[in-house]
């Protein structure tokens, strides 16, 4: 077994002296060279080949993650955009020639550069702890800042392990910060050019307002109640495999996942038992005995599910079986018809699948927008016609149509919320252009001045006319 550092909050008087240090180094402009930036994600790409180990254990400790799981979604996904960035970054930071300028002002030369916002702070979420702190850090070093990391307290493993690795790059320009609320608090109070942050909608609200008040740009990655629609026409079989796929995995920590789905009821018998079909191919022996089925982080989450499970109205088709001292718990099932339910009407973050029998596509709709109308994701079953209707009446950060949250796993795909579930975005291109400043110059010739001579006062009617 890999042998994991100990979890260790940052003395809250030491912050300041760090954020310090860090803006200091943007300051000396030493993140600005393109060789830099490309050295430091290939030094990232080290670090996370050489403890690949500590990764996988860190998250099977934190979460009951299978190694195979840690491997696809955090380890190579992350390895594999420090390759895939640090070889677009010349093409990124280019400058931009501006479309339909007029002649005149084709004489300046006018174009975008693309200049590091300066000094970030990145707040993580414990779900998906290395890929959602290392994703925003590797958009934040290839567009040339410096940068702090806060990961969550809540997988302290992945975090002493997030600090391991960051510590093999240019310490004066990028360094963790351990902690939780006070930390994270005495971190917002220091000057920042750019806070990225993922996590919860009420966090989101609290750094929003702190980003106001020094008018700091931001990202907000947050979560949403994200309707699966399934309509009579849909492939049920398929349905089943691709949702209960989308609630399994990390035992349905992942923002993307689908919290509710409204499904025609003239299909609910057939989806349910292909659901209870599913369940027994992805784990014969049953979940928990599963090495490839995941736990709930903490008691705080596991209590939070349970009571959600304890005050629904619903009806269970399949599983309910809970155990406190493992923190399992295995898919549920449960058949609801309230909108008021509170498995419907929050948020789940848990292997919980709600379903909402519906007596059409448009009622489907209509309950899918009252529930959450900017919810993170949408995932729609059903014919050409229905999909396509579910999208243009519908509002969501990204869709995925025939399958739960794939679009969140395409590389170059922008990803982000709206409204309630986040703004702005990242991934590939979109991570680099989260700190970024496009700024606009010009360069004015000193021969063109007597062109330019009518701007001069003192001005006349002569000079108007001419
Ligand atoms: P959380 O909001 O509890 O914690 C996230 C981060 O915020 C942690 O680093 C934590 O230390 C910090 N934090 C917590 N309370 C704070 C406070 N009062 N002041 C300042 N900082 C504070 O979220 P979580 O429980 O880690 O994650 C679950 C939520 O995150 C779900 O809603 C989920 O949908 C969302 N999420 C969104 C994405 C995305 O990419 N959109 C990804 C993962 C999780």
Redesign the pocket.
């Known amino acids: 077994m890999a042998e994991l550092p100990t979890f260790e909050h940052t003395p809250v008087d030491d912050i300041p002296a760090i954020a310090a240090r860090v803006r200091s180094s943007f300051l000396s402009h030493k993140t600005r060279p393109l060789e830099f930036r490309i050295q430091q994600l290939r030094k990232l790409y080290w670090a996370l080949k050489d403890n690949e180990a500590l990764v996988t254990e860190a998250c099977k400790r934190d979460l009951g993650k299978s190694s195979f799981e840690t491997y696809l979604v955090e380890i190579s996904w992350c390895m594999n955009d420090c390759v895939w960035m640090a070889n677009n970054i010349p093409r990124f930071a280019k400058d931009e020639k501006p479309a339909d300028i007029a002649l005149s002002n084709q004489l300046m030369g006018p174009r975008i550069r693309k200049d590091p916002l300066g000094t970030a702070l990145i ?6 702890p290395f890929r ?1 702190s290392l994703g925003p850090l590797i958009g934040a070093i290839a567009a040339g800042c410096t940068a702090i990391l ?5 997988a302290p493993h992945a975090a002493v392990v997030l600090a391991k690795i960051v510590a093999e790059l240019d310490p004066s320009c990028y360094t963790v910060v351990q902690g ?2 006070p930390e ?2 005495t971190l ?1 109070d220091q000057k920042w050019d750019k806070i990225f942050y ?4 009420t ?1 989101g609200v ?2 929003a307002k702190k980003a106001a008040q020094t008018l700091t740009p931001l990202t907000l ?3 949403g109640k994200n309707p699966a629609i399934i309509t009579r026409n849909a492939n049920i079989t398929l349905a089943a495999r691709r949702l209960l796929w989308a609630k399994t995995l990390n035992a349905g920590q992942i ?1 993307l996942s689908q919290n509710c789905t409204f499904i025609d009821r003239e299909v609910v018998p057939a989806f349910i038992q292909e659901l209870k079909n599913t369940l027994n191919e992805f784990y014969p022996g049953g979940a928990r005995q599963s090495p490839d089925y995941g736990r709930i982080v903490n008691q705080k989450q596991f209590q939070r599910l349970k009571q959600m499970l304890d005050t629904s109205s619903g009806k269970i088709v399949v599983g309910g079986t809970m155990d406190e001292s493992d923190l399992f718990i295995e898919p549920t099932v449960v058949e609801v018809n309230d909108i008021n339910d509170s498995l419907v009407s929050n ?1 789940s ?1 848990g292997p919980l699948l709600p379903i909402f029998p519906v007596t059409d596509l448009d009622e489907a709709i209509k309950i899918a927008n009252e529930v959450d109308d900017t919810p ?1 994701g949408t995932y729609a079953f059903g014919n050409k016609k229905e999909m396509e209707q579910i999208l243009s009446q519908t509002r969501s950060g990204g869709a995925s149509l025939n399958d739960g949250f794939f679009h969140g796993s395409v590389p170059n795909l922008p990803f982000g ?1 709206i409204g309630s579930s ?1 703004q702005g975005a990242y991934h590939g291109k979109a991570s680099f252009e989260a700190f970024t400043h496009r700024r606009s110059i010009t360069t004015t010739p000193a021969w063109i001045d007597r062109m330019l001579d009518v701007r001069y006062p003192p001005y006349s009617l002569k000079k108007k006319q001419k």
């Open positions: 707040i993580g979420a414990y779900n998906v959602l806060k990961p969550s307290e809540s939780a609320i994270t608090t917002l993922t996590g919860s909608e966090v609290i750094i990655e947050l979560g923002c948020e973050f993170l919320g986040g």
